[in-house]
């Protein structure tokens, strides 16, 4: 591969809108019908429940990746579906990456919703010590976001392997055909367009669920939403770039209505899910946080927020007895608010937290307790003496490093369109959420990405060194050390008291085991081990 860069084809040529002709023509000998019988035949369906979580990942994509038919599946997405909590990004980087570049892609994309819920620096480290790609000796260029442009350099430089990690907005979303997005999604194109390469490429869409519906008769449908614009900027390059390539996936814990088949795509790319069965929800209990308690308001009339604010006032409650009770242990709220015509609204439900907290927590002034984040900015709040909140403005990534830090007293984020994906803070285990959300798609089903991503983030593992893997550090607790953190590692909710949120949580409980659950099951596991 690198010798054909270096010697044969210039970057510019290989950057250059493809030619046309040749497009269409791959096009047409696409039959994504066919692709789709292809792919159907070769599915993994061997699960047991003795598989760990990461193999319900892994051995299905071990077992298309290595059929010979793959290389005939073009034109459709392959979903792999991983529970919130079930190492999405720990087995992408680790497993599923190298597991390409050592089977022969070249170029492996990762595209991921926005930099600031991307852990960069968890995702190199886990690249560079997967042991397939230590034993095999690939040592793959990374360029992260605006570094994607020098790969012009790393190609003339001889490199044989890459992998890029770019924003969603930067790969796609670009209308200037000199951006780094079109001219890299102009090279992939090239590099395939050239039969002497032989050039393969990847592309993994984390957050699939997220801007992939695929044409905007299907919006409402497919995600319970209206919109008068909308555009399929990211489905649409995704759908070109498919008909080049097989090894195209999507990586979501909540599979859209056409990423399941129940709604027909409007386009030329298919979805599959790849990985149907969950694993036995007591092999989670492993890997996240249990279902600990629900508590509800029915708030009927918008202007009378009397029965939500006394909810929150009970909820926080029974949080700071929570924190009396462990006060060498953490755990922080996620608060949902409404949008600026809503019941509860950003500020409303601020001035609300600081009203209680000041009645009964008065030990806390003058302490960073609050924070929010959304498209105007990140911000910390202090509680003053007179209960008055005091902003100041900071990285919302310092945000998540204070609620992760268990001597830090920042505990309280709130976030009105932010939350739903990517916030990676293990002591989250209390949410609020004032959104009524009545959506529904096809079907008239109820579209519970939204629900059940917010609560995903309060699923991470609240211990220190446990690695995301609860089996040896919970051996290794005393009774004492065991008890406690089965309050630390369960999380609470308070939500409208609505179908929508009971079919929701309904929907949690099969994918986590409660508390007691837990306890029960690793309480045996425990005098089993003694």
Known sequence: MSSLFKHKYTFAEMTAKPDEQKVVKKYRMVNVDESKRKLDNILFDEFTKEMTTSEYITKPFYHIIDDSEFKNTCGVEKIISVQTGGGKTYTTATKLIPYLLYRGVNIVLFVVPEITLFDETLFLKKLRTSPYLIKNDINPVVLMHNDVKDLEYHIEQGHEHFVLCMTRQMFANSKNENAIGAKLINLLINLKLNSELNVEYAIFSDEAHLAQTSHLANYKANTGNSTPVYKARLYTKLELLSY???????????SSFEQIGKLEVVGNMDFRVINKERPNRYKMAYKSAWFGSHMTFSTKEKKDTTEMENRTYSFLRLYFKNVRKFPNHKQSMLIKAEQTNGWMT??????????????IAPELENKELFAQINDNGSYVYKLDSRGNLVAKKVESEKIFSKLNDIQDSLRFLFVVEKGGVGISVNTLKWLISYRRTYKKGADSDFVLHGPLQLVGRLVRVNAEDSNYDLDKYIDSLSEEEFEIFCEMNSYHLLTFDNEFWREAVSELHQLTVTREEAKMYFKFKRGCNS
Not at 245 to 251: E, H, K, N, R
Not at 346 to 351: A, G, I, Q, Y
């Open 346 to 359: 950003l500020v409303k439900s601020l001035k609300l937290f600081a009203k209680i907290i000041h009645e």
């Open 244 to 254: 080049f390539s097989p090894y195209m996936f999507g990586l979501t814990a909540t």
